[in-house]
T-cell receptor, first 114, second 109 residues
């Protein structure tokens, strides 16, 4: 049990639609980071939220946006879905920024865009 | 731009053999290095971390770090079929981790 839960586990969307993915952080953790893992690739950093503010962003377009709530849970929103957005989306939580000890990821959300 | 490269594999070893997985990274200031194991359809699982030059052992796993050569490796001794997975190398840089593309390992019974 990692303490980080993601929902939904799987979903299928049509190109051009919008999607919202959710992440509940481990108790006591105030930082949530999102990663995208395309098939056959390593995870790529999307962005990080620390105390409800974006705290760093990877090389992803603005149609990828996020929120962090007062309870430190988080959402990843993707607008105008493209076929290449099909991937496993991973969430990790940590205490106060990026941990030196490595992440424990949630189980992920598998997004398929058709 | 930090880069992490891994030998592409796939790597196949017989059961009981030593599996050797390699990784190089481009950023000389990186201080934290990690190995993740990922079973098909699952999320990555952290199995080893290393911060100092030399070897770090944990059960059948040994991580090796050579900062001068910007090289990290993972040795799996007495490989078991349950070790069959993709192994991802990761380097911490700033507020993110940089991952390699992974090496697929198959342990043949």
């Amino acid at each position: 049990e990692t303490g980080v839960t993601q929902s939904p586990t799987h979903l299928i969307k049509t190109r051009g639609q919008q999607v919202t993915l959710r992440c509940s952080s481990q108790s006591g953790h105030n930082t949530v980071s999102w990663y995208q893992q395309a098939l056959g690739q390593g995870p790529q950093f999307i962005f990080q939220y620390y105390r409800e503010e974006e705290n760093g962003r990877g090389n992803f377009p603005p149609r990828f946006s996020g929120l962090q709530f007062p309870n430190y849970s988080s959402e990843l929103n993707v607008n105008a879905l493209e076929l290449d957005d099909s991937a496993l989306y991973l969430c990790a939580s940590s205490l106060a920024g990026t941990p030196i000890y490595g992440y424990t990821f949630g189980s992920g959300t598998r997004l398929t865009v058709v | 731009q930090k880069e992490v490269e891994q030998n592409s594999g796939p790597l196949s070893v017989p059961e009981g053999a030593i599996a050797s997985l390699n990784c190089t990274y481009s950023d000389r200031v990186s201080q934290s290095f990690f190995w993740y194991r990922q079973y098909s359809g699952k999320s990555p699982e952290l199995i080893m971390s290393i911060y100092s030059n030399g070897d770090k052992e944990d059960g059948r796993f040994t991580a090796q770090l050579n900062k001068a050569s910007q090289y990290v490796s993972l040795l799996i001794r007495d490989s078991q079929p349950s070790d069959s997975a993709t192994y991802l190398c990761a380097v911490r840089g700033g507020n993110q981790f940089y991952f390699g593309t992974g090496t697929s390992l198959t342990v043949i019974p």
